[in-house]
C-alpha cells in the first residue's frame, strides 16, 4: 500500500514563511529548532508530498515528520513541550537574590574577600535568612547561564583628564599611522624607553628540556646573581629594534645609549629628523632631556634635527615598545636561568639580533578615531 498525500495542506504567511528561513540559516540556531523549521518550510512549499516524501528530504524518520506536523497544527510553535519532573527547589526570587550578591564586591557585606567564589557565594548565602541554602555547584550552574563569572577579573584604567590625554595621545596615533611615508620623507619615529631590573636568576638545577608526555622543567631555587636596565627603542616604520644594557638607571647611562646606537643609527640612514615617542620616565625627564638633545643637535651642526612626543600619564599601552618587552619576557625571561649578568646581557643582544632577522612593523590598529569616540561621552 501506498503512503498516501497529506490530508491537510499549509499555507504559511509571508512574514512566517520569511520567520523559518531565518532559523534555518542564522548560525546560532539550535540545530534542533533549524531542522523542525525546515520540515515546516518543505511542508509549505510541496504541499502534495506524503510523509516518506517529507522524511527524505529532511533526512528524519517519518514518525518524527508525523510529530511536528501535528506538533506545528496544535500549537504553531517548533519548541518542546515543557518536560515532566520534580517541581522546582529554588524560586526565581531566590536565584535573583543570588545573581545580585555575585555582582557586588564581598567587601559591601563585610566579607574580607576581594572577589567572590562559588563556595564563598554559597557559604554567605546560608547566612541571608531570606535565601535557602544552596550547593555551589548550583550557583555555578546559575551564573554560567548569565555568563557571570566573579571570580575573575582583569585591570582597567579610568582616564581623568580626558582633554589633555587626547592631546597628548592624538600626535601619537598619528605617527603611528604615517610611520612609514614619513620615513620616506626624511623623519625617522622611535618608540624609547627601558626595561628596569632584569634579574640574572642561576636556578639550582639547569632547565630540563620537553619530552614526551612532560612540559619543560624548571627549577624553583635559584640564586641572584644580579640585575641589568635594558635600553630600548623600536623604529616604528620597520620593526626594527636596538638595544643597549646598563648596569645602573640614570640619566648618563640613557643618553649615552641615544648617542651611541639611535643617533648613530640616525645618521647611517640618512635621515634629517628624529621623533622620540617617550613616557613620563625619570632618566628622560623633561626638564633635562630636551636641553640634551638640543646640545647633540647642535654638535652635528644641526644637520639632525629632534622631536619629543610625550605619552599621556599611565599610558604605556600607547607605547609600542612595551609590546616589544612582553616578547622578550616571554621567549627570554621566562623561565630564567642566567650564571651572571654578562651571560644576561649576551642573551638579550642576542634575542634582539635574532628578532630584527625577521622583524615587521606591528600591526597597530588603535587610530585617532576610536579614541575619540572613545572619550566622546567624557566630554
Not at 142 to 169: K, N, Y
Not at 290 to 295: G, I, T, V
Not at 309 to 331: G, M
Request: charged share 25%.
Amino acid at each position: 500500500m501506498h503512503d498516501q498525500p497529506s490530508q491537510r495542506s499549509l499555507q504559511l504567511a509571508p512574514h512566517e514563511l520569511s520567520q523559518l528561513q531565518r532559523l534555518v540559516q542564522a548560525h546560532r540556531t539550535p540545530q534542533t529548532i533549524a531542522h523542525r523549521a525546515h520540515l515546516i518550510e518543505i511542508w509549505h512549499t510541496h504541499p502534495d508530498w506524503n510523509t516518506k516524501q517529507m522524511a527524505r528530504a529532511s533526512h528524519h524518520h517519518e514518525s518524527w515528520v508525523r510529530k511536528w506536523r501535528r506538533r506545528w497544527n496544535e500549537t504553531h510553535s517548533l519548541k518542546d513541550l515543557p518536560r515532566p519532573g520534580a517541581p522546582r527547589r529554588f524560586s526565581s526570587e531566590a536565584r535573583a537574590q543570588v545573581t545580585a550578591l555575585a555582582c557586588s564586591l564581598p567587601r559591601s557585606h563585610g566579607i574580607p574577600l576581594t572577589h567572590w567564589s562559588r563556595a564563598e557565594l554559597a557559604r554567605h548565602a546560608a547566612t541571608v535568612p531570606t535565601l535557602p541554602e544552596v550547593s555551589p555547584r548550583t550557583i555555578g550552574r546559575w551564573l554560567g547561564e548569565e555568563q557571570i563569572r566573579p571570580w575573575r577579573f582583569h585591570s582597567w584604567q579610568h582616564i581623568q583628564d580626558p582633554e589633555t590625554f587626547l592631546q597628548r595621545a592624538r600626535p601619537v596615533l598619528w605617527l603611528y599611522e604615517h610611520a612609514r611615508s614619513l620615513l620616506q620623507e626624511g623623519t625617522w619615529v622611535v618608540c624609547v624607553d627601558e626595561k628596569t631590573s632584569i634579574q640574572a636568576r642561576e636556578a639550582e638545577q639547569a632547565p630540563r628540556p620537553t619530552l614526551r608526555k612532560h612540559v619543560l622543567h624548571q627549577s624553583p631555587r635559584y640564586h641572584r646573581r644580579g640585575a641589568l636596565h635594558l635600553m630600548a627603542g623600536l623604529s616604528v616604520a620597520d620593526g626594527l629594534v636596538y638595544g643597549k644594557c646598563a648596569s645602573r638607571k640614570r640619566f648618563i647611562d640613557f643618553a649615552a645609549f641615544l648617542q651611541t646606537v639611535l643617533i648613530a643609527e640616525a645618521r647611517r640612514r640618512k635621515v634629517h629628523t628624529v621623533a622620540f615617542i617617550l613616557d613620563n620616565g625619570t632618566t628622560h625627564a623633561p626638564k633635562r632631556f630636551p636641553r640634551w638633545l638640543e646640545e647633540q643637535s647642535l654638535a652635528l651642526d644641526k644637520q639632525l634635527a629632534f622631536q619629543i612626543y610625550w605619552l599621556p600619564t599611565n599610558a604605556s599601552w600607547l607605547d609600542q615598545i612595551e609590546i616589544w618587552f612582553s616578547l622578550l619576557q616571554r621567549k627570554l625571561l621566562q623561565p630564567n636561568h642566567f650564571a651572571n649578568t654578562d651571560e644576561l646581557q649576551q642573551a638579550i643582544l642576542d634575542f634582539i639580533v635574532r628578532y630584527n632577522q625577521t622583524a615587521k612593523p606591528l600591526k597597530w590598529s588603535y587610530t585617532i578615531e576610536k579614541l575619540e569616540h572613545k572619550l566622546a561621552s567624557n566630554f
